[in-house]
């Protein structure tokens, strides 16, 4: 497998968080301007949104590993498989391309190019919510790229298109997506105000779900070997 350089791990980063959010918060836009049922905006705002995740990891993961989210970073920062200041400028890049990501959509759809959040999400269970997001997003990743490599676009994408459902947050599941919906008083926004709990919680899914994984898809150790005795 070709490995690329960090300017060029950084810039993909940056990309495919900022085509990300620009998905989000474009099809959040459409789909309230096109409905007034929440329901079906949501469904709108939901199947682009798992779509596009298919298609950025695909492209964009043989490159820099496609994460798009500070707290997949830390997962592998954790793990060893990314050192501590490629972790850093990976998070950095993630957050800058989200908001660049945000501004796109605006200016798409014609709106102020920063425009800040009214939108109230808080509270224990919506904090729950994104840590069961973050979990299960983490837990896909690792048991996917442990069993199933080339499914994990698909296995990423059906899991948040699922999560959306689920979950009473609508799963951000990200910190760089939730810190860029803060800039858009649209259908997909988050007030400034909320986005600690939510990033928190995110932050704490990940690391239980990477406790777990790393228990659960351990392989039993080889057995030793039998006697001489023992084989007669």
Known sequence: MQKFDLPRRLAAEALGTALLVATVVGSGIMAESLTKDVALALLGNTLPTGAILVVLITILGPISGAHFNPAVTLIFALKRDLMPRDAMLYTAVQIAGGIVGTLTAHAMFALPLLDMSMKARTGSAQWLAEGVAAFGLVATVLAGLRFERPSVPWLVGLYITAAYWFTSSTSFANPAV??????????????????????????????????????????????????KEAQL
């Open 178 to 227: 939730a810190i860029a919906r803060s800039m858009t008083n649209t259908f997909s926004g988050i007030r400034p105000a909320d986005l600690p709990g939510f990033i928190v919680a995110e932050l704490c899914g990940a690391i239980a779900a990477l406790m777990l994984m790393s228990w659960l898809l351990r392989p039993e150790g080889k057995a030793a070997p039998m006697s």
